[in-house]
Structures are given as structure tokens and as C-alpha cells.
């Protein structure tokens, strides 16, 4: 999954929003790294790796690239 936040703070708050969830669900994470400043923030759950961007660092690393041909499916606010 890759999503991004606006700053650093609603990037931390995705964060927690997820963890939160799989942590209700009795799913902990296998791994979860915080790159420098909220600029990204990626959350191991196995079958399901996170990525959480600021804006910059999303358009940077352009890890869409790699998934070219995977489905892309939207989500509303």
C-alpha cells in the first residue's frame, strides 16, 4: 500500500491510524521503520508492507514504478 500524507504530522497520524487497527485486530507489525522527519514511514505486516510519504519524498522515490501494471484502486476522503 502506498498513500501520502500533506506534512509530517498527518503522515505520523496515518501512521498511528493503521497501527491502531491492526493492533485491534491482533496483528503486530513484523517491522516498521520512521525515515527522518515523517518523510516516510513504512510499516512491515507481512502479506501487506505500508508506505506512508510526505508528498516530496512520495514523488521522489516513486515507488508506483515498480508496480506499473498492479491495479490501482482509490480511495475517498
Given at each position: 500500500?502506498?498513500?501520502?500524507?500533506?506534512?509530517?504530522?498527518?503522515?505520523?497520524?496515518?501512521?498511528?491510524?493503521?497501527?491502531?487497527?491492526?493492533?485491534g485486530?491482533?496483528?503486530?507489525?513484523?517491522?516498521?521503520?520512521?525515515?527522518?522527519?515523517?518523510?516516510?514511514?513504512?510499516?512491515?505486516?507481512?502479506d501487506?508492507?505500508?508506505n506512508?510519504?510526505?508528498?516530496?519524498?512520495?514523488?521522489?522515490?516513486?515507488?508506483?514504478?515498480?508496480?506499473?501494471?498492479?491495479?490501482?484502486?482509490?480511495?475517498?476522503?
Open positions: 500500500m502506498i498513500c501520502s500524507g500533506e506534512n509530517p504530522a498527518q503522515v505520523r497520524a496515518i501512521a498511528e491510524a493503521i497501527d491502531g487497527y491492526f493492533s485486530e491482533k496483528i503486530p507489525p513484523l517491522g516498521k521503520e520512521v525515515m527522518e522527519f515523517a518523510r516516510w514511514v513504512l510499516i512491515d505486516y507481512g501487506i508492507v505500508v506512508i510519504f510526505n508528498e516530496e519524498a512520495r514523488e521522489y522515490y516513486e515507488l508506483e514504478r515498480l508496480w506499473i501494471d498492479a491495479k490501482k484502486i482509490p480511495v475517498e476522503n
